[in-house]
Structures are given as C-alpha cells and as structure tokens.
C-alpha cells in the first residue's frame, strides 16, 4: 500500500527565507507525485506534480520540488518566502493502477515578518 | 472548462439526522473521489469511483455512509445517521490523465 510522510507538521520561516517541506513516499514503484496548497477556508489548489520526464519540477508562485527516486523524496523548495505563503501544504501521491490518490498529513507554513 | 461543482457548501444538521452532497466532475474524468477533510488533518479517501463502479471504499463506514455514481458522471454521498464525528469538509475530486481537481467542498456541521 502507498503512504506519504510529510515531516513537520509546522514549519516556520522569515520572509525572505528559503522555503524547505520535506515529503516522503513508500512505494516499490515511483507513482505521480503532487502537492497542493491550502489557505484557510479554501479549497486545494494544485501547486506542481510530477508525473516522468525531468526530476526538477516547477510549480506556481515560485515554488519546485524535485523527485529523487534512490531517496522516494519529493521535497517541496521555494528560495525566497513570502508572507503570502502561509498555508498548509499536502504532498499526495497517485498510483499507475486505477489512480489511487493518497495525501500526506500535510505541513503548515508559517512566515515570520 | 468548467471545474468540479459540489453543493450544499456549507451544512448544519443535528447528530442522527441524514445528510447528502451532490457532485459534479468534469466533463469527460472517469475517475471521481470523495474524501473527508477533518480540521487540522489532510484528506482522507472514502470512495473512488471508476466511471460507475467503485475501486476502493476501504474507509468508508458503510454503516452509516453511502455513495453512489450515476450514470458514471454525478456522484451522491449520502450519511445516515450522522455523527459529531462526522463533522469535516468533504471534497469531491475528478479525474482522467491529469488531476485530480477538486470541487470547494461542502463544510458540514453537526450538533
């Protein structure tokens, strides 16, 4: 069975600072990965996924995540926080078979001023 | 294109009594989801839906929770009787190659 482990479940960061939440999947065959954001009362909107092809993927508002098979990472980046970025954060994945889809327990992003 | 529609958006009802949300995929995405959000975690699957059979409702409680696809293209889920529990946002994804999207989600409340 897949999971996904999102370490963190709070991350707080200085605007101005880089931007690290670390998403983890298990799996014997790399599936689609994605990760969506979250603001307060909203609903999830679709940050960036990976599904082949190059492992740097880049996704709106300046975010990239890189999927990095020998690690089954899919560590979300942004270089330069915003305050605008506080959200939560679900890293999911999505299996070849019948399109299973599986999210993390997901990580709040705080930005300090 | 248009997105995933869902409704009621928001819903109070008391604890015992029934309660049913409605969506609609995307035109065309065989496979549609529902999942329950409960505040401060990340969404949980209940039922995936391939046009109009189902291939996973392994944590759906199938005592009081029911779904259903028409016609492989509107989905209904239905609780009865509701629970404090059950309190959540339940969202409505759709997908083909691509996705999934999801539809806002309908809060619901129960006292």
Not at chain 1, 10 to 24: I, K, P, T
Not at chain 1, 30 to 45: A, C, D, I, T
Not at chain 1, 53 to 77: D, R
Request: a positive charge; proline letters at 5%.
């Amino acid at each position: 069975a897949q999971s996904v482990t999102q370490l963190g479940s709070h991350v707080s960061v200085s605007e101005g600072a880089l931007v690290l939440l670390r998403c983890n999947y298990s799996s014997s065959v790399p599936p689609y990965l994605f990760w969506y954001v979250q603001y307060p009362n909203q609903g999830l909107q679709l940050l960036l996924k990976y599904t082949t092809g190059a492992t740097l993927v880049k996704g709106i508002n300046g975010f990239e995540a890189e999927f990095k098979k020998s690690e089954t990472s899919f560590h979300l980046t942004k270089p330069s926080a915003h305050m605008s970025d506080a959200a939560e954060y679900f890293c999911a994945v999505k299996t070849y078979n019948f399109n299973k889809f599986y999210f993390g327990s997901g990580t709040k992003l705080n930005v300090k001023p | 294109e248009a997105g995933v529609a869902q409704s009621p958006r928001y819903k109070i009802i008391e604890k015992r009594q029934s309660v049913a949300f409605w969506c609609n995929p995307i035109s065309g995405h065989a496979t549609l989801y529902w999942y329950q959000q409960i505040l401060g975690q990340g969404p949980k699957l209940l039922i995936q839906f391939q046009n109009n059979g189902v291939v996973d409702d392994s944590q759906l409680p199938k005592d009081r929770f029911s779904a259903e696809r028409l016609k492989g293209v509107d989905s209904t889920l239905k609780i009865q009787p509701a629970k404090l529990e059950d309190s959540a946002v339940y969202l409505c994804a759709s997908s083909q190659e691509g996705g999934p999207y999801f539809g806002p989600g309908t809060r619901l409340t129960v006292t």
